[in-house]
Nanobody, 115 residues
Framework: QVTLVESGGGLVQPGGSLRLSCVVS????????MGWYRQAPGKEREQVAG???????RYLHSVEGRFTISRDNALNTMYLQMDSLKPEDSAMYYC?????????WGKGTLVTVSS
């Protein structure tokens, strides 16, 4: 069983920054597909940023240039640096890892962007 635990969410003003962390209970490699997703009330869950199994990175168009995904294999941790936050970025943010053919999800961390 693999567990993922997100942290770093909170209330921030428009234009502010947050860094989300996702700690994974087992080691992962650069070949593991992992990503960050978000879901706002009344909307479908969408992928914000992710690593493909080949190590490539992709971003949701609306966050390109503002968000940066990274991971530290030694710490079993994935990050999402979010800058220039907008109210429309408000959502529950989840991390996901695909390991041994199964998707594992964290329980989420809430991000609220408001003045």
């Amino acid at each position: 069983q693999v567990t993922l635990v997100e942290s770093g969410g909170g209330l921030v003003q428009p234009g502010g920054s947050l860094r989300l962390s996702c700690v994974v209970s087992r080691s992962f490699s650069s070949n593991d597909a992992m990503g960050w997703y978000r879901q706002a009330p009344g909307k479908e869950r969408e992928q914000v940023a992710g690593f493909s199994s080949g190590g490539g990175i992709r971003y949701l168009h609306s966050v390109e240039g503002r968000f940066t995904i990274s991971r530290d294999n030694a710490l079993n941790t994935m990050y999402l640096q979010m800058d220039s936050l907008k109210p429309e970025d408000s959502a529950m943010y989840y991390c996901k890892a695909l390991m041994n053919g199964m998707d594992y999800w964290g329980k989420g961390t809430l991000v609220t962007v408001s003045s």
